[in-house]
């Protein structure tokens, strides 16, 4: 079969490789689509503790049964599913209290796995007794499907902020995970989002969301100010930090109310992650911090539930698809800000 393989940091190889093997307990996938996260592209610049080259990339896959495994029961060939990539143990505390994404023995596909960039891809057999291979809702296309796995991520990023109805939210980022996040808090009853970055294409592309939304282009302004002058001086009641810098962390403590919640959803580089956090407006303030890291299998289901209804309207971001032959084309546009997503057609 045909497999995009990362050889080593810097370098990805369109090539032949064999077919994989079902695992008893496991499930083999005809790949339909993958997606590029954009943490595959900084895996690929710059490597990661948990990929070893040669590795298949690509966790955010959908695709369908070819293969049953020896044990296997609820599946059959021809299933459309959706993987939820973030594989626990299934035995620790975090595991038995629903929180698998905690797990300290956490193994995901596309990492310590291979993953969907290529034609076919197994499923382990942890993540099938686990129920992270999720079937697809009848009238849920593929391409559309594909967006679960970071919406996912979303959720989780989200579920201990407490966004309600009549409450201002601010976006650092607008990115395809900045908007997923301003799209939820617009679901969840917020009434205003403020959205801030410095590409003016991503901003438009955020405005034409919903008329609740107000850009601010950081470039050009104080974010901070702006936000401030925009609600009274109090500030936000939620920011989330949607964007791997930390000058951003540091405003979204500076924007956001008194008792109010803050998410780092954007993890910084290990060599820079110190420094940026003011603990006396934390203090003070009573502001709540929160991480974020990766989601469940529940959260996932969700997601293509949000995805069929239309409650999130993928029409706004499945915009650029690649055949598996140009995924090297796919990986420099999204390095380089040209596209907000990559979708991977083997």
């Known amino acids: 079969m045909k497999a995009a393989v990362m050889e080593e940091i810097g370098k990805v190889v369109v090539r032949d490789v064999p077919r994989p093997e079902v695992e008893a307990g496991g499930l083999l996938l005809r790949v339909r689509a993958c997606a590029v996260c954009g943490s595959d592209v900084r895996t690929i610049w710059h490597g990661s503790s948990h990929v070893k080259p040669p590795r298949i990339l690509g966790h955010e896959v959908v695709g369908e049964v070819c293969e049953v495994g020896a044990g296997v029961s609820g599946y059959a060939v021809g299933d459309r599913v959706a993987v939820a990539p973030a594989i626990g143990?299934?035995?620790?505390?975090?595991?038995?209290?629903?929180?698998t994404n905690m797990c300290p023995e956490l193994e995901t596909i596309g990492f310590e796995f291979d993953g969907g960039f290529a034609e076919?891809?197994?499923?382990?057999?942890?993540?099938?007794?686990?129920g992270h291979v999720n079937k697809l809702p009848s009238h849920l296309p593929f391409e559309?499907?594909?967006?679960?796995?970071?919406?996912?991520?979303?959720?989780?990023?989200?579920?201990?902020?407490?966004?309600?109805?009549g409450q201002t939210v601010a976006v650092i980022g607008a990115g395809i995970i900045g908007l997923f996040h301003t799209e939820l808090a617009l679901l969840k009853g917020a009434t205003k989002v403020f959205v801030i970055d410095v590409?003016?294409?991503?901003?438009?592309?955020?405005?034409?969301?919903?008329?609740?939304?107000?850009?601010?282009?950081?470039?050009?302004?104080?974010?901070?100010?702006?936000?401030?002058?925009?609600?009274?001086?109090y500030g936000v009641d939620v920011a989330i930090v949607a964007c791997p810098v930390g000058q951003a962390q540091a405003q979204a403590l500076q924007?956001?109310?008194r008792r109010g919640r803050v998410s780092l959803f954007g993890g910084l580089p290990a060599s820079n992650s110190l420094g940026f956090l003011d603990s006396n407006l934390i203090h003070y303030k009573e502001i709540g911090v929160f991480g974020a890291h990766a989601s469940t299998a529940?959260?996932?289901?969700?997601?293509?539930?949000?995805?069929?209804h239309g409650q999130v309207d993928s029409r706004h971001y499945v915009t650029n698809t690649f055949p598996l032959a140009h995924i090297v084309e796919g990986i420099h546009a999204m390095k380089e800000g040209q596209i907000m997503k990559a979708i991977i057609q083997p």
Request: proline share 5%.
């Open 255 to 257: 924007m956001v109310a």
């Open 298 to 308: 529940a959260q996932n289901r969700l997601a293509l539930q949000l995805l069929a």
């Open 144 to 165: 559309k499907a594909i967006l679960a796995e970071p919406l996912a991520c979303c959720l989780n990023g989200q579920e201990p902020l407490g966004i309600g109805l």
């Open 89 to 99: 143990c299934g035995n620790c505390v975090y595991c038995r209290s629903g929180h």
């Open 120 to 130: 076919f891809m197994t499923v382990p057999a942890k993540a099938v007794r686990q």
């Open 199 to 233: 590409v003016p294409q991503r901003l438009e592309h955020a405005h034409s969301l919903s008329e609740k939304i107000v850009t601010i282009n950081s470039a050009l302004v104080n974010p901070v100010e702006a936000v401030l002058t925009q609600t009274d001086r």
